[in-house]
């Protein structure tokens, strides 16, 4: 469970302001507004690559504002796949987790039998898959996702959505994803949050 | 802006206390402080003088178990600078090739000490510059110049009658002479001038005067004996060797050089001594033992160097004369025949050469520069 | 970002390194001459010894920036607009004169116009002439290396929509609107850069130019009777002016070079993967030519050491023969034996590399984090690290003389390493300028993204930072060895003890043994030959793993 109390954060102009959020274990929530409206920024403080001006964060009781980003257990999908070039697909996946079953996180995003696969062989989507993945095996408590459909086809997109959604509610993980994009919004989450 | 500052006023109160390392470090280096002890090795700091061959050394090391090692130096100016930068802190125990115009100023600055070695038989004019205990004479020569005969040949080019002559037009960028403030052969013929223009008949102008023409007149001034003689002069070896260009037909050398080219060619050779009085300078080079360094090695080095067997070779095997009583160059070869005693040898003595010398190589550069 | 500890260990390990030395060896030479420095650079001109050098110094270095530029940059618009069959293998080629050590330079050049080549050495006003050509041959790749990944990575579009505009009808109109605009910063920066190593050329000047000097040259003759208190006391001054003249020269050049490598950073519209480049036949007659230029003084080395040559009175022969070989590997009282050489080399090198890559590394990561929260402490720290290109090899060499060995001659002088203290000043910078833009080019995504995979700070950096860095680290690695092996200023100073010979040295010191050896000059060869595979060999393994695009100085 996750809380978000009173979250500010400002540069060069005001991003957010006493943002309130209280995320249900299994629940997915959209967060929509438009591009430079904060979004991504908002992401990057709840999963502690940025700093808040502001606020509070409480995942299951413990007060995390202070705690570095490694140590946080949150995960994040980046908007494009973010693949380590030196390393294979098995190898971007060890990296969640050294003794993780890779094969049966494979199966799960339908990409059974890539372990092999070269980076620079994957589509787009199959690469997101792995992000997915990868971030999946590293357990998170929370898992965000900074639109990470927008730069995919609209079929291709659509797929992704209900899959991805699917295996969220399977796993009963919380989601948080950010998008400008209503629609995806409304398919992808429970409820859906505007950020103005 | 402040931490520029700070950089600033720091940078310069360093650059203001220069200076007090090397005065803390130099003020007590006394040679009655040194302490020794005999390693089993001598350390040689030497330029490269040919006499110290191969076998001469293993010999040595074979007679008296002391390992040798050289290091060696570019010429006898280096060799002082050497001792007088490590001074209080030597790595040489024994320094060979100071000749009596650098050896004074050794002495003056407490780098040497005295000898054990036992040896007689020394000629007197070798002991004439020193004969104290810091340094033996171990080789000894004539500097004058040489010319090439087959150019200067009184047709192409005359044969200097006086040392005004090379400043004139038909001398430009022919004469080839080692700087004094590197080489020993050119600080030895650098004193000779100061001699030779102070008795011409010539009341007007002095030695400067005479090095400030030759400036002008495109005088070629190396840094050591050997580009001046193996890559500028005509007379000699160079033209045999690679890198040879040739453009100087004087050039200052000893007076016994053309006596080695004659040895080397089976009685022949173009180049002759030119003998002007005064011209000439009788040049003794030192074995001297490095204060603080190992005295035994040292020593026993020095009477080797000494001894029948090795210096009677000098001529042969260094190119040098002995400094040992009766003894003369080798008659083979024309070696002898062709090697010229100068009449008369620049009267220098040694006690101005100690107390002149610094003066004069400033006063040799700013007539360099007046050009 | 790094550890704050690990920077401030970085930048004062490295100032000390630099400093120490220097000031030491500044601290002897006040103490002899006096705190002047007007006074200093007055002396220049009141010396015979260096009178006229500073003038020798700029214009054969100014000299030398024209005609490498104008040599180069034909040759670079060849390659980077064209196809070519074995395009790397040709830019291997250009770029190998570079990467040789300057007494290799010197001794292939020797042969070409010696005795056994043109024969013009005897002829002194091709002297001057020659050393602008060694100097254009050396620096040559540096305007191929950074003008044509400019020319041949640019977006075709930009050409054709200039083509179809007023302005850009003709050629000119092209290169004025288009083309000079975009090359001008690669250009200056090679200027800049081949400014500075034809200022501070010793072995090359020291070898082709006899009587004449560079300030670098020149501080090396008289270096030895430096900080001697009462003796020679004007070349103290002498040495100081020249050190003073030419930092500022230098630092000058080098800020120049720093300000526009940050700003060629700025990305261009860059072509994808697929652009079609046409071939141009009439192109060979300027590669071919360029390449043949590029591997002659090399071959010209390999083959003299074969070649002896013996004259007398009675004429001359020559004969091929590994005599040469022989009598360099053969160790005598005076001069060891090349094996020696070799071993010290190579010893000295990989040490010089166990301190200078990871050095390099921290420093470069030091200015990286700076870059993005202090930018004016970044650039002054940037440049700090390039100080010993300002500060040439032989004053380093006399900063390690003079000043450590005064500290404790004993220890230092028996040291082995010592010399290495020369080395990993010299490298080091190299080392920032190769992993600065590879640092500056790494998407920071990736480390936040591992961050959110839940590694930590040591994992993220042996795990993704040194893989993902490993073709600069390579690099580095590698220019550190070739560096090393070839360094022969400070060298040159600093060695007295025969325990460093190192193989430059050698080399210079068997060519310098005066009387009719007719081996001196193929010996000199022989281990010229030698250094020059390795610094081969140690080349041809960088190009396998150069990353590309990475707009570092290579």
Same mark, same amino acid.
């Given at each position: 469970?996750?809380?978000?109390e009173n979250l ?10 006493g943002?309130?959020l ?14 430079g409206?904060g979004k991504?920024t908002?992401l990057r ?12 964060i ?25 693949l380590?070039?030196?390393? &294979?697909?098995?190898?971007? +996946? ?7 079953d890779?094969?049966? /996180?494979? @199966?799960?995003?339908? *990409? ?11 589509s ?9 993945a990868r ?5 998170p408590?929370?898992?965000?996702l900074?639109e990470?459909f ?5 079929e291709l ?14 796993? &009963?993980?919380?989601a948080? +994803?950010v998008?400008h994009?209503?629609?995806?919004a409304?398919s992808? /989450?429970? @409820?859906?949050?505007? *950020?103005? | 802006m402040s931490k520029?500052?700070?950089l ?8 203001m ?10 003020e007590n ?5 040194y302490?020794?002890?005999d ?9 490269d ?5 191969d076998?001469?050394?293993s ?6 178990g002391y390992e040798?090692?050289?290091m060696?130096?570019?010429d006898?100016?280096?060799i002082l600078n050497?001792?007088l930068?490590?001074k209080?802190?030597q ?20 780098v040497?000490?005295?000898?054990f070695?036992n040896?007689s ?55 080839a ?24 008949e ?9 090095w400030t ?23 000699g ?9 040739g453009?100087a ?5 000893y007076c ?11 009685n ?24 603080g360094?190992n005295?035994?090695?040292?020593s ?5 160097l ?7 070779n ?5 190119f ?15 070696y002898?025949?062709?090697?010229t005693?100068?009449?008369k040898?620049?009267e ?13 190589l ?10 | 970002m ?6 401030y ?6 100032s ?11 601290d ?6 006096g705190f002047d420095i ?6 220049l ?5 260096s009178q ?13 920036v024209?005609?490498t ?7 670079a ?6 196809n070519w069959?074995f ?7 250009l ?11 010197a001794?292939?050049f ?9 024969d ?7 002297w ?13 790749s540096?305007v ?6 400019v ?9 054709e ?5 007023p302005?850009?009808?003709t ?23 081949t400014?500075?190593f ?6 090359l ?13 020149m ?5 030895s ?12 001054e ?7 003249i030419?930092?500022?020269?230098l ?8 300000w526009?490598q ?6 261009l519209?860059?072509?994808?993967e ?15 030519p ?6 002659l003084?090399?071959?010209?080395v390999?083959?003299?050491s ?11 022969r020559?004969?091929w023969s ?9 160790a ?6 090349a094996?020696?050489a ?7 090198a990989?040490i010089t ?7 390099g ?8 984090d700076l ?14 690290t ?12 006399l900063g ?13 002088y028996?040291?082995?390493l ?6 990993v000043?010299?490298?080091?910078p ?12 790494l998407?920071?995504t990736?480390?936040?993204c ?5 590694m930590?700070k ?7 930072k ?35 010979t190192?193989l430059p ?21 022989a281990v010229s030959s030698?250094?020059?595979i390795?610094?081969?060999v ?15 100085m290579f």
């Open positions: 469970m996750l809380e978000c500010a954060k400002s540069f060069e102009k005001d991003l957010f302001g943002f309130n209280k995320l249900n274990p299994g629940e997915i929530v959209a967060i929509t507004g438009p591009s409206c991504t908002l403080c709840i999963c502690g690559l940025e700093e808040l001006d502001s606020g509070k409480i995942l299951s009781g413990n007060d995390i504002t202070a705690i570095a980003a490694e140590e946080r257990g949150i995960g994040l999908i980046f908007q494009k796949p973010v380590y070039p030196h390393l &294979n697909v098995e190898g971007n +996946l060890k990296l969640a987790s050294k003794h993780g890779i094969a049966a /996180a494979l @199966s799960e995003v339908n *990409l059974t039998g890539f372990e092999t696969r070269n980076i620079g062989t994957l787009g989507g199959e690469g997101q898959r792995v992000s997915l971030a999946l095996l590293a357990k408590s929370v898992l965000l900074d990470p927008s730069s995919l086809d609209v997109s659509d797929k992704l959505v209900n899959d991805v959604r699917a295996i969220l509610k399977e796993r &009963n993980c919380p948080i +994803l998008t994009n209503r629609n995806i409304d992808f /989450a429970d @409820s859906v949050i505007s *950020l103005k | 520029k500052l700070v600033l006023s720091l940078l310069i109160s360093l650059m206390t220069s200076g007090c390392i090397s005065e803390a470090i130099d280096m006394k040679s009655e402080d302490v020794w002890e390693d089993g090795e001598l350390v040689i700091v030497t330029y003088v040919t006499g110290l061959t076998s001469m050394l010999e040595f090391e074979n007679q008296t040798i090692s050289l060696k130096l570019e006898a100016g280096s050497h001792l930068q490590y209080g802190v790595v040489a125990d024994l320094a060979i090739g100071l000749d009596n115009t650098y050896l004074q100023t050794a002495i003056d600055n407490d040497l000490w005295e000898h070695a040896f038989n020394i000629s007197e004019t070798a002991l004439a510059p020193y004969d104290g205990p810091l340094a033996v004479p171990f080789d000894q020569g004539y500097m004058c110049l040489n010319y090439d005969t087959e150019i200067v040949d009184g047709e192409n080019l005359s044969v200097p009658t006086s040392l005004w002559n090379l400043t004139e037009d038909e001398w430009k960028g022919k004469v002479i080692p700087s004094p403030e590197t080489s020993s052969p050119g600080r030895a013929f650098m004193t000779a001038t100061v001699d030779y223009f102070a008795n011409d010539d009341n007007q102008t002095d030695w400067t005067d005479w023409a030759m400036s002008s007149n495109d005088a070629i001034i190396t840094t050591g004996w050997s580009e001046a003689y193996e890559t500028h002069y005509t007379g070896y160079g033209e045999y060797t690679e890198g040879y260009v453009d037909h004087i050039v200052v050398s016994h050089s053309p006596g080695v080219e004659s040895w080397y060619n089976d022949w050779t173009k180049s002759s001594a030119l003998d002007l009085p005064r011209a000439a300078f009788h040049q003794v080079e030192y074995a001297a033992a490095v204060a360094g005295l035994d090695a040292a026993a080095f020095i009477e080797y000494l001894s029948e067997e090795v210096n009677v000098m001529p042969t095997e260094n040098m004369y002995s400094v040992l009583d009766g003894t003369d160059l080798p008659e083979d070869g024309g002898r025949h062709h090697s005693v100068p009449t040898t620049a220098v003595s040694p006690i101005d050469i100690a107390s002149n010398m610094e003066n004069w400033e006063d040799w550069n700013q007539a360099m520069v007046a050009a | 790094t550890n704050k500890y690990v920077a260990t970085a930048v004062i390990l490295y000390l390194l630099i400093i120490v030395p220097l000031w030491l060896a500044l002897r030479l006040i103490w002899v001459a007007l006074g200093w650079i007055g002396s001109d009141e010396n015979f010894i006229g050098v500073l003038e020798f110094t700029i214009i054969q270095a100014t000299l030398s024209i005609l530029l104008a040599i180069g940059i034909p040759i618009w060849q390659l980077g607009r064209y069959p395009q790397s293998l040709i830019k291997s080629l770029t190998m004169p570079f990467v040789m050590p300057s007494i290799v330079a001794m292939g020797m042969s070409i116009i010696g005795e056994n080549g043109l013009i050495r005897s002829d002194r006003s091709t001057f002439a020659t050393l602008i050509i060694a100097h254009a041959w050396f620096n040559l540096l191929i290396r950074f003008c044509e990944p020319l041949s990575t640019l977006d075709p579009h930009m050409e929509q200039l083509r179809l505009l302005s850009g009808k050629m000119w109109g092209r290169l004025r609107h288009l083309w000079i605009p975009l090359l001008m910063p690669s250009i200056v920066a090679a200027a800049c850069m400014f500075v034809s200022f501070t050329s010793f072995a000047v020291e070898w082709i130019t006899l009587g004449e000097n560079t300030l670098e040259s501080m090396a003759d008289i270096g009777s430096a900080g001697i208190k009462g003796v020679m006391v004007s070349k103290n002498v040495i100081l002016g020249a050190s003073i030419q930092f500022t020269i630092l000058l050049s080098l800020w120049l070079m720093s526009l940050q700003r060629r950073q700025n990305l519209p860059i072509a994808s697929n652009i079609v480049k046409t071939n141009n036949k009439k192109g060979w007659f300027i590669v071919l360029a390449i043949i230029f590029a591997i003084p090399l071959l010209a390999l083959i003299s074969f070649r002896i040559r013996e004259t007398d009175a009675s004429g001359s020559q004969y590994t005599e040469g070989w022989e009598y360099a590997f053969t005598t009282n005076s001069l060891p034996s094996w020696d070799l071993q010290n080399s190579l010893g000295y990989l590399l166990a301190v200078a890559l990871p050095l590394w921290m420093l470069a990561q030091t200015i990286r870059e993005q929260v202090k930018p004016r402490l970044a650039r002054m720290l940037d440049v700090f390039m100080l010993p290109f300002a500060v040439s090899s032989v004053m380093i060499g390690v003389m003079l000043g450590m060995i005064r500290i404790n001659a004993e220890f230092f028996s040291f082995w010592t010399p290495v203290i020369a080395h000043m010299i490298t080091t190299f080392v920032v300028r190769i992993i600065l833009p590879a640092l500056r080019s998407d920071p990736f480390d936040d591992a961050r959110t995979l839940g930590s040591t994992k993220r950096f042996f795990l993704i040194i893989p993902m860095l490993r073709g600069s680290l390579l690099i580095s690695s590698i220019f550190i060895l070739a560096m090393s092996m070839g360094e022969f200023g400070a060298s040159w100073v600093v060695t007295r003890n025969s325990d460093w190192t040295i050698i080399i210079d010191s068997i060519r310098a043994i005066p009387y009719n050896n007719p081996m001196t000059v193929p010996a000199a060869n030698v250094l020059m390795i610094a081969l140690l080349f041809v393994s960088t190009e396998k793993f150069r990353p590309k695009r990475d707009g570092g």
